[in-house]
């Protein structure tokens, strides 16, 4: 029996292989904010930039890449898990071409959002823009593999999408032009409008697998802390109130796209504000030290060029802490973020 049992078992494993050969996800393609950014802002004109010390000072070779972070950025773990590049390039590095990014590129840009005018804040890539650069992207590629193979690498690639935070923290909270407009609540409702409309023009071109992701607690953010002097230096919870009832109503709509667009797969990563919240409230549980200011500088309000490696308060250890600078996490936290999220991601796109 076991003469007949064993070639058929290495046969089925031999299927098996195959079949997860065919669905392996080729490239990790990435749009969104300075969350995912890995150094596309170096290349345009904004004050809202991360290509200096100490920014990178724990990625490899320390040295600064335009992520906002001492090291990498959730593409780049996620990238690694699925068997590529331990890190996702950035589109418009001079350092890399289209054979690098056959297997990844990245679109996003610090300071951006899903609404125009918050990109015009800080003079960033808008969301809009960096459709059009993937759609460049697309054209190279196909000179590059051929039209077959290139359709195969898009229409099997994982797409990041994370933004959303700017829209409120850089934008609505700050400037009157859209609180005369909207409330609260409708301004949700206009960037969710937004958020569908981009998530159905990328399945016009050829998406199909996606993962987005929502807000974080964004009133726990060290600078809302720092400026939250009323609350004696607490999380903001009207900005994390704000960030729940976002969530939701992305939730819906991805729910809805997936059963309206045939073959679209969308992930939305909710759990990512509550496993934050977390970090934050019981950072000890995670092997933190601090949660309430961040590595670099005084960690109440810097980030970007006010995050100096001159600044001699910025601490030896960022492991040690869940925020990088003001706004944005440290390495660590970015690989605790992503380590939750890859096992879902492998199971439903590999």
Known sequence: MACIYIPWLLFTQILLQLAKHEAKVPAIIVFGDSTVDSGNNNRISTLLKSNFKPYGRDFAGGQPT?????????????????????????????????????????????????????????????????????????????????????????????????????????NYYIFPRRQIQFTVQQYQDFLVGLSENFMRELYSLGVRKVSLTGLPPMGCLPLERATNFMGHHDCVEEYNNVAVEFNLKLSNMVARLSQELPGYRVRFTEEVYQLVYQMIRTPSKYGFDVAEVACCSTGTFE?????????????????????????????????IISDNLIPDLLKLFN
């Open 66 to 170: 335009g992520r906002f972070s001492n090291g990498r950025v959730p593409p780049d773990f996620v990238s690694e898990a699925f068997g590529l590049k331990p890190f996702v390039p950035a589109y418009l590095d001079p350092n890399y071409g289209i054979s690098d990014f056959v297997t990844g590129v990245c679109f996003a840009s610090a300071g951006t959002g899903y609404d125009n005018a918050t990109s015009d804040v800080l003079n960033v890539i808008p969301l809009w823009k960096e459709v059009e650069y993937y759609k460049e992207y697309q054209n190279k590629l196909r000179a590059h593999v051929g039209h077959n193979k290139a359709t195969e690498i898009l229409t099997e690639a994982l797409y990041l999408i994370s933004l959303g935070t700017n829209d409120f923290l850089e």
């Open 303 to 335: 980030m970007s060029y006010l995050c100096s490696e001159a600044n001699p308060l910025t601490c030896s250890d960022a492991n040690k802490y869940v925020f990088w600078d003001a706004f944005h996490p440290t390495d660590k936290t970015n690989k």
